[in-house]
């Protein structure tokens, strides 16, 4: 079976959602320890960060929506805009290392534009990294 990197570098098209630099977070212990960390609330969303300290160079981020977003439609659009702001920032911007969670704001995430979605994303890491 072919890895979908290669599958979109012979079809010319980007790579697959999740960078290959990029871990997801799926435990709840993960997601509460982001809780007590450091958070930047920006116009299109909420981001957390905290550093894991435990010599991983590894970038891993969540993502999350609550039900005040709206219905399931809206906030699986919403994650995946956050998904693809996150794909296309955090391999950038992101610190080897850090664990960071995305959460959507109701009525905000799903329709701002992309391009300020992307700003939001790149000042709060900004604002996150400055206070280390």
Not at 112 to 123: G, N, V, W, Y
Request: glycine share 8%; aromatic share 4%; net charge positive.
């Amino acid at each position: 079976m072919t890895p979908p990197e290669a599958l979109a570098k012979q079809a010319g098209k980007s790579p697959p959602a999740v960078s290959s630099c990029l871990e997801h977070l799926r435990k709840r212990a993960d997601f509460l320890a982001l809780n007590r960390a450091r958070r930047q609330a920006m116009p299109g969303m909420l981001v957390q960060g905290r550093s894991r300290d435990d010599g991983s160079a590894t970038i891993r981020v969540g993502f999350t929506c609550s039900k005040k977003v709206g219905n399931a439609v809206a906030r699986n659009r919403a994650k995946r805009r956050l998904r693809e702001v996150a794909r296309l920032v955090l391999s950038e911007h992101g610190r080897p290392g850090w664990d960071y969670a995305l959460i959507g704001r109701p009525g905000v995430t799903a329709e701002r534009d992309f391009a300020a979605l992307t700003d939001d994303l790149l000042r709060a890491l900004e604002r996150l990294h400055k206070k280390t």
